[in-house]
C-alpha cells in the first residue's frame, strides 16, 4: 500500500486513444502544452518582477512568493494566457475547408 | 473564479498558481470557445459534405463517428482537451506530492475536533473503480500512496476547482447547493433528521447538506479512503461536523430505516447499470417512511446523433466508460423496480448548474417513499 509518498502519474484503464496520425505526434503536442504551462509561468513571473519594481520594491524570491496580483492584473495575465493558447493552439486546431474531403475518409 | 483556501487546500508557490491557471485556462478555451465551434463546423461542413457524397447527412452516432475522427479539427480539439486533462494531475500532483507529510499531519490535527471518521480497509472494492481510474486522475480516488494517505482527496479538490475553470463556486459546491435547494423545493415538508450523501468523495456536496439542513445529522460514504481522510479534515476545516464512513454506496452496512434524506451527486454517471439499480434498491432499504432519495445528475442522454455522439467524449476521452447508464435510466420503472411507487418520483432539472456547454441535460431526480 504504502509506495513512499510518490504520486502514480499515469492513470489506470484503456490506453491513451490515438488523436493524430501518429502516438508520437500525441506525445509530442501534449509535451508542447507542458511546456506552454511553464512559459505561461515564466511570463508571469517576470510580469511580478516588472510590477514589484514598478512599485520600487526588490524582485527577491519572498516578495515574487507573497506578491498578490490585484483584480485587475489577475484580468490582464487571463487575457495573456487566453492570446497565447489561441497562438499555440492555431494549428493544431484548424478547421477543414468547406467541401474538402475529412482527411483520412477513404474515397467511395 | 479563485478557489476559498481553506486549511486543507494544498498551498502553492508562484510557479504551481501560474501553472494551474493556464490550465484552467486551456480548459475554458476548449470548453467554451472551441466546443461551441465544433457543432457549428460539423452542419456548415461536415455534415454537408457527408451529405454530398452519400446523399444524405450522417444519420447514426456511427456516421458522426466516422465523419468526426476523421475531422483534423475535432481530433485536434480532443488531443487538446486530453492532453489538458492528463497536465491538470500531473501538475496539482506535483504540488500535493510536495507538502503530502505536511497534510496529513494536519488532517489528522483537525480530524480530532467535529465529526467522524470510520474506514474500513477489507471493504472490498468494485471491479467497476478499480479497472478504470475515473477522470484520468491516477490512482484513481481509492489508491493509498502512503500511511493515511489524503493524496487523492487533496488532488481531486484543487484539480476539479481547475476542471471547472472555478465554475463550481469557490468552495466547490454549487452542485450540492443546487441539490439542496432541488429537495427543499420539491418537498417543503421534509425535515430530515438523519442525512446521507452517497458517492459523497471530499465532501463537495455534503457540507451544502449539512448547511441547509442545520438540525440533521449528515453522514457521507465512499469507497476511497484517501478521499474520506481528506473529507473529514476539510468538513473539520471548514466547520462542519460530519460523520465520513467508508463503505459501499449499493449496499453498506447502516440498518434498514436509516434516514430520511439520501443524495448523491455526479456519482451516477461513473457507475454500470446494475451497479445504479442496486444503489437505488439500498436507497429504498435505508429510508424511513416519508424519505426522500434525490441523485443529481444526468437526466437523459441525447438521440440526435451529432449531440449523442459528443455526450460520449467523456467515455471514450476521460476515462468515464459508464457514462451513458445514468442518461439512460428508466424512470420511473428503474425507481419502480426498487420498490418506489411511480407516483412518487419526482425530476428537477437544473441546466447549467455546471459547464453548461455541454450539460445541457442534467438535474436532479429520484424518489419519495412511502
Known amino acids: 500500500m504504502a509506495a513512499g509518498n510518490k504520486r502514480r502519474r499515469f492513470a489506470n484503464g484503456p490506453r491513451r486513444p490515438k488523436y493524430l496520425a501518429s502516438v508520437d505526434a500525441d506525445r509530442a503536442v501534449m509535451m508542447i502544452l507542458a511546456l506552454a504551462a511553464d512559459v505561461s509561468a515564466l511570463r508571469e513571473r517576470l510580469d511580478t518582477h516588472e510590477r514589484l519594481a514598478a512599485a520600487e520594491r526588490l524582485p527577491a524570491p519572498d516578495a515574487v512568493e507573497r506578491y498578490a496580483p490585484t483584480e485587475a492584473v489577475a484580468a490582464a495575465r487571463a487575457a495573456a494566457r487566453r492570446a497565447m493558447i489561441d497562438r499555440v493552439t492555431r494549428v493544431l486546431l484548424e478547421p477543414e475547408p468547406a467541401g474538402a474531403r475529412a482527411a483520412g475518409e477513404a474515397p467511395e | ?370
Open chain 2, 1 to 370: 473564479m479563485p478557489q476559498s483556501q481553506h486549511a486543507m487546500l494544498i498551498e502553492e508557490t508562484h510557479d504551481e498558481r501560474a501553472r494551474d491557471a493556464f490550465i484552467a485556462s486551456l480548459r475554458e478555451y476548449a470548453m467554451s470557445e472551441i466546443y461551441p465551434q465544433l457543432r457549428k463546423h460539423y452542419d456548415q461542413v461536415l455534415a454537408p459534405g457527408h451529405a454530398e457524397r452519400h446523399g444524405e447527412p450522417p444519420a447514426s452516432v456511427d456516421r458522426v463517428r466516422a465523419v468526426m475522427e476523421n475531422s483534423m479539427f475535432y481530433m485536434g480539439y480532443s488531443l487538446l482537451v486530453r492532453g489538458t486533462q492528463e497536465l491538470l494531475w500531473d501538475t496539482v500532483g506535483e504540488a500535493v506530492e510536495r507538502q503530502l507529510p505536511a497534510l496529513i499531519e494536519k488532517a489528522d490535527a483537525l480530524r480530532a475536533g467535529k465529526g467522524s471518521l470510520t474506514l474500513d480497509a477489507s471493504l472490498p472494492l468494485p471491479n467497476y473503480t478499480t479497472a478504470v481510474d475515473i477522470h484520468v486522475m491516477p490512482g484513481g480516488f481509492h489508491t493509498d500512496i502512503t500511511e493515511n494517505d489524503v493524496f487523492a482527496g487533496a488532488l481531486y479538490d484543487r484539480g476539479v476547482h481547475l476542471f471547472a475553470y472555478g465554475g463550481l463556486g469557490p468552495l466547490n459546491d454549487e452542485l450540492g447547493v443546487a441539490t439542496a435547494a432541488a429537495v427543499r423545493s420539491q418537498f417543503p415538508d421534509l425535515a430530515p433528521g438523519r442525512i446521507l450523501d452517497l458517492g459523497c468523495g471530499a465532501g463537495h456536496a455534503t457540507l451544502p447538506l449539512a448547511a441547509a439542513f442545520p438540525a440533521a445529522e449528515v453522514h457521507g460514504v465512499d469507497l476511497g479512503a484517501p478521499m474520506l481522510r481528506y473529507a473529514s479534515a476539510r468538513a473539520a476545516a471548514l466547520g462542519q461536523a460530519i460523520h465520513f464512513s467508508q463503505d459501499d454506496a449499493t449496499r453498506t452496512k447502516f440498518p434498514d430505516a436509516s434516514f430520511d434524506l439520501i443524495t448523491s451527486t455526479l456519482l451516477l454517471h461513473e457507475m454500470p447499470r446494475p451497479a445504479i439499480l442496486a444503489l437505488f434498491r439500498e436507497c429504498h432499504r435505508l429510508l424511513r417512511p416519508g424519505g426522500v432519495m434525490a441523485h443529481h445528475d444526468l437526466l437523459r442522454w441525447p438521440d440526435e446523433p451529432f449531440d449523442a455522439f459528443m455526450m460520449a467524449w467523456t467515455t471514450r476521452h476521460n476515462n468515464e466508460p459508464y457514462e451513458r447508464a445514468s442518461g439512460t435510466l428508466k424512470f420511473p420503472a428503474d425507481c419502480v423496480a426498487a420498490g418506489f411507487d411511480a407516483a412518487d418520483v419526482f425530476v428537477v432539472a437544473q441546466p447549467g448548474a455546471y459547464l453548461e456547454e455541454v450539460y445541457q441535460v442534467s438535474g436532479i431526480r429520484g424518489a419519495r417513499k412511502r
